[in-house]
């Protein structure tokens, strides 16, 4: 009886081990995820604060889909074609793909030349698609309707999915992005981002007009040039022209914000300096906060035409020469 005791015991003793053994790893798996998660976040949270700021998209809910859908940047696509969100090829793509088997069949993804495409290519994918120009009627900060919202439009066929976005927007605090302040240097350099693709008619884009500094915005999609956004928009023939400062010998990007009413004479609150990086002008610092030229050159203290060079401060509210 003794003996069946000790052998008892000693089993217990076994299993007890084991499952504590099996508990410790699976901690140490769980925090070595989570690890993965804060790393990604970290690095790439400005990307979808500054694509919510271009796109009006939740930073939350870029942040939540680019970590789901790209295994926090450790999948195939991820890693092989810098593609965060699982978009495919579709008909209107015409610039690299990569061939991967999904759903047990080969299929065409995108590949994009950096992360920051993957991002902008993302915030197009849901702008100019039809079935998603509701999800932009929604409440920017109300990520839960926006998680269901991109479920109900199709997004992705898991039923699961709004439930898994958010989960992680909660687990991590990602909705604590949606009141973070952009990083509009960057915001702005929609040019520098060309999307290989023929943009379809329709989506959030054909309706949507945007708001910088208080004023209408709207941008430029592929065959857009002054003319035509006059018409749309019903504007004057000299406005567009004058609200953006476009020379009459040139026209417009796809891409390009474009201001449907006058700009400001200084910068919203909460940007008060910018840090002139390489390639930026006058011109297209004006656009990146929607400041009139004349009192960005004014605030500075600079000659109409007179460019500033890489590292110097550009004063958007306020006068220069006060803050000496």
């Known amino acids: 009886m003794k003996r069946g005791r000790s052998h008892m015991n000693r089993y217990n003793l076994r299993l007890f081990t084991l499952t504590a053994f099996l508990c410790l790893v699976a901690i140490h798996l769980s925090a070595q995820v ?6 990604y976040i970290r690095k790439y949270s400005n990307l979808a604060i500054n694509e919510m700021h271009y796109s009006r998209i939740p930073a939350s809910i870029t942040m939540a889909q680019a970590l789901l859908e790209s295994k926090f940047g450790t999948s195939e696509l991820a890693v092989n074609a810098n593609n965060h969100f699982g978009i495919k090829c579709q008909m209107e793509w015409t610039g690299e793909r990569y061939t991967y088997q ?3 069949e080969n299929t065409c993804f995108r590949k994009y030349s950096s992360i920051d495409e993957s ?3 993302h ?4 702008m100019y698609r039809p079935r998603y120009a509701g999800l932009f009627k929604l409440d920017p900060t109300d990520y839960t309707a926006w998680a269901h919202g991109l479920k109900l439009a199709g ?9 898994m976005l958010l989960k992680i927007i909660e687990n991590y605090r990602l909705h604590m992005l949606d009141s973070e302040v952009p990083q509009i240097d960057h915001v702005n350099s929609v040019n520098d981002i060309l999307i290989p693709m023929n943009f379809p008619e329709g989506g959030a884009l054909a309706t949507r007009i945007f708001h910088r500094n208080r004023i209408d915005y709207t941008i430029a999609r592929m065959g857009d ?3 035509s956004l006059t018409r749309q928009f ?4 000299w406005e567009i022209r004058k609200y953006n400062d476009i020379p009459k010998d040139q026209d417009l990007r796809p891409g390009q914000v474009v201001y449907l009413q006058p700009k400001r004479k200084q910068a919203e609150p909460g940007y008060s300096i910018h ?7 006058m011109h297209s610092i004006s656009q990146m906060y929607g400041i009139r030229i004349k009192c960005l050159y004014k605030r500075n203290e600079m000659k109409p035409g007179e460019e500033p060079r890489p590292g110097d401060e550009i004063w958007l509210r306020g006068m220069k020469a006060n803050r000496r």
Request: a negative charge.
């Open 155 to 163: 997004y992705a066929t898991n039923p699961n999915y709004a439930p």
């Open 275 to 281: 840090t002139v990086d390489q390639g930026e002008t």
């Open 234 to 237: 019903d504007k004057l023939r």
């Open 119 to 121: 991002f902008r290519d």
């Open 225 to 227: 040039n002054v003319e």
């Open 34 to 39: 989570d690890s993965l998660y804060w790393s």
């Open 123 to 126: 915030s197009h994918f849901l």
């Open 102 to 104: 999904d759903d047990d």
